[in-house]
């Protein structure tokens, strides 16, 4: 499963980004999700959601702010950022291959794309 993601760029402290992602192929996998690293730190989940219905679970750092949605025909999976904060600049990745109803472990994921920079000033 190849995960490519899109989107990322420099913006200033309010403004917004979608990240986008798209995978070769979500048969094998029950949930696809965006986790973020940024420098210095561990890597953190922002969002997942369950294939075909769905189903969402945000983190609380979040949550209020970020949506994630999918495209499950195109087989994309999308993240909707509005007003960023310098705390936001990160890494994002999108991963795959999780069969773990509403999981944001890390551990969950087998499959990871190389990542799309986000950075807030």
């Known amino acids: 499963v190849q995960l490519v993601e899109s989107g990322g760029g420099s913006v200033q402290t309010g403004g917004s980004l979608t990240l986008s992602c798209t995978s070769s192929?979500?048969?094998?996998?029950?949930?696809i999700a965006w986790f973020r690293q940024a420098p210095g730190e561990e890597r953190e989940a922002v969002a997942s959601?369950?294939?075909?219905?769905?189903?969402?679970a945000i983190a609380d750092s979040v949550k209020d702010r970020f949506t994630i949605s999918q495209d499950h025909e195109k087989n994309m999976l999308f993240l909707q950022m509005p007003t960023l904060k310098p705390d936001d600049t990160a890494m994002y990745y999108c991963?795959?291959?999780?069969?773990?109803?509403?999981?944001?472990?890390?551990?969950?994921?087998?499959?990871w794309g190389q990542g799309t920079q986000v950075t807030v000033s």
């Open positions: 991963a795959a291959g999780s069969w773990v109803a509403g999981s944001l472990d890390e551990h969950d994921y087998v499959h």
């Open positions: 959601i369950r294939l075909v219905s769905g189903a969402p």
């Open positions: 192929d979500t048969s094998s996998s029950h949930r």
